[in-house]
């Protein structure tokens, strides 16, 4: 089992808000539940803008963890909560910085440690942080890594100038760009997958493929979080990130060693081979019926909570592979999912009416799972065929992990394969940035769409126009 190798402290900056309490607070409990934290010296602290107690803080922490997990341990709680600190200052104030790092080493037990800088913030407040942690908080014996979360900037010029702020301070081993994609089992599974089983590295392969759909459906909405989602939307905060990654995976090439740098340079070399063409016929975005009436939602906002798309990818592998794309929120319901559309050879071609395509479907969410989608002989004596699904759910076991606990661990061992490198998040902007201003500049038609649907006619379009057709395997 892979454990913590290091003494650490986590500071997450806003401690207070949601994705702290969603995710990095159970996160430290799954990892500490499942022993990972046995053998070092941990502490959390967490720093906001609000005065609060320990006291206080700490009951947040603890509803955090129970809201999120089932039968939670209550004694091995009350044991991580004494490690759990508060600490409350302005998020530009040196002095808080200054006071705040004369105190950690009151709590830091063994003194050779990390200290894991958890961006829980909007980005406004990224360059004060940035800043005072490298001034008041790294220092020789508790070097920093920071873990800023994506979308990193809102497009390639503000992610360049992310980059140049934090390189500025920071070596790049010390920046843990995080997409909680990763962390998930079955993304990783992907890339797994292709170097484990010789048929799919020898099928997935341009040549063979008539078209690659992948699919990221959620049923919830902004669930409140409207002042981040209206300023970012779909494309930003699904495609440009979870979405791409995902392919990336499926589509790189494949390194003879996967470490950091190897994967790191493929699937940048990868997304610089991205292309959209006639972006105004290759993009689609929706909202669904009711988004204007979302708490903080401006009544003209043409926020997408959809968007679908097709590309290519420019190398000789990929060339005239269509990969369509789709994402929204309030849809049907939860399903993540890859479905690659094989060519029929010259003689299926039109032999037999209920003859279709084969399709190899590698369903990422709500269950992992991979199946192929045959073709057989219905039996009897005429000529006819039907559908034989084979494949089978996929179940963690071996040293399972849930993603943010799994990337803190990363994290805490200092390895970033995980993470993202600059370097792919800037050639994935360079993708996503012409279709921003073709939202921008409203040359992209924003449709309505029902809730607990299918998305938008215009996505359905952009398949059919094609000669193809979404396919929906929903458990
Ligand atoms: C987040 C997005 O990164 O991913 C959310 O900001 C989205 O808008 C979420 O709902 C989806 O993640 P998951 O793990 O539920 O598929």
């Known amino acids: 089992m892979q454990v913590a190798d290091q003494n650490f402290t986590l500071v997450v900056f806003g401690a207070s808000g949601s994705l702290a309490k969603l995710k990095i607070f159970p996160g430290v409990y799954h ?51 004494e490690r759990v600190h508060y600490y409350s200052g302005e998020y530009d104030d040196e002095d808080a910085y200054h006071k705040l790092a004369g105190w950690l080493p009151e709590i830091e037990e063994k ?5 894991l800088v958890y961006f829980s913030v909007p980005p406004s407040v990224f360059s004060s ?29 503000t992610a360049k100038e992310l980059e140049k702020e934090l390189t500025s301070c920071y070596d790049e081993h010390q920046l843990y760009l995080l ?15 292709r170097y484990a089983n010789s048929i799919l590295t020898t099928l997935i392969k341009g040549k063979h493929i008539a078209n690659i759909q992948i699919t990221a459906f959620e049923p919830g909405g902004i669930e409140g979080r409207a002042g981040y989602f209206e300023h970012v939307g779909t494309l930003r905060d699904m495609v440009q990130s979870h979405v791409f990654q995902i392919l990336a995976f499926l589509v790189m090439s494949l390194p003879a060693q996967i ?15 991205f292309k959209v063409d006639d972006i105004e016929d290759s993009l689609v975005r929706g909202q669904y019926a009711g988004y204007l009436e979302e708490d903080g939602v401006a009544s003209t906002s043409t926020t997408e909570t959809f968007a679908a798309l097709k590309l290519k990818i420019d190398n000789l592998r990929w060339h005239g592979v269509p ?59 005429k000529i006819a065929f039907t559908e034989l699904t084979t494949g089978r759910p996929i179940f963690c076991s071996g040293d399972c992990l849930h993603e943010h606990g799994r990337l803190l661990l990363e994290a805490i061992r200092g390895n970033r394969l995980l993470f993202l490198s600059f370097e792919e998040v800037f050639a994935a902007w360079k993708v996503i940035d012409p279709l921003l201003d073709a939202f921008a500049e409203n040359k992209v038609k924003l449709e309505k769409y029902e809730v607990g649907g299918m998305g938008t006619k ?11 057709m979404w396919h929906n395997y929903f458990d």
């Open 31 to 81: 990892l500490a539940l499942e022993g990972r934290l046995n053998d070092v010296d941990y502490q959390v602290v967490g720093y906001a803008r609000s005065k609060m107690s320990n006291e206080k803080f700490r009951e947040i922490f603890a509803e955090a963890v129970r809201a999120a997990v089932d039968n939670v341990d209550e004694k091995l709680l009350l044991k991580i909560l």
């Open 111 to 115: 003194k050779d440690r990390v200290r």
């Open 129 to 157: 942080i940035i800043h005072n942690v490298c001034t008041k908080l790294d220092t020789e014996f508790a070097k920093v890594r920071l873990i800023l979360e994506k979308p990193f900037g809102y497009n390639y010029r």
């Open 179 to 193: 997409d909680h994609y990763l962390g998930k089992e079955a993304v990783f599974n992907v890339l797994s997958l």
């Open 259 to 273: 470490n950091e740098e190897t994967l790191h340079r493929e699937k940048r070399h990868v997304f610089e081979d």
């Open 323 to 381: 990969i369509y794309l789709r994402t929204g929120k309030k849809m049907k319901q939860k399903w993540t999912a890859i479905v690659i559309e094989f060519k029929q050879h010259s003689l299926q071609e039109g032999a037999f009416e209920d003859l279709g395509t084969n399709k190899l479907v590698i369903q990422l969410q709500p269950q992992e799972k991979i199946e192929f989608k045959l073709y057989t002989k219905m039996g009897g004596t």
């Open 458 to 468: 215009g996505a359905d379009k952009l398949v059919s126009d094609d000669g193809f």
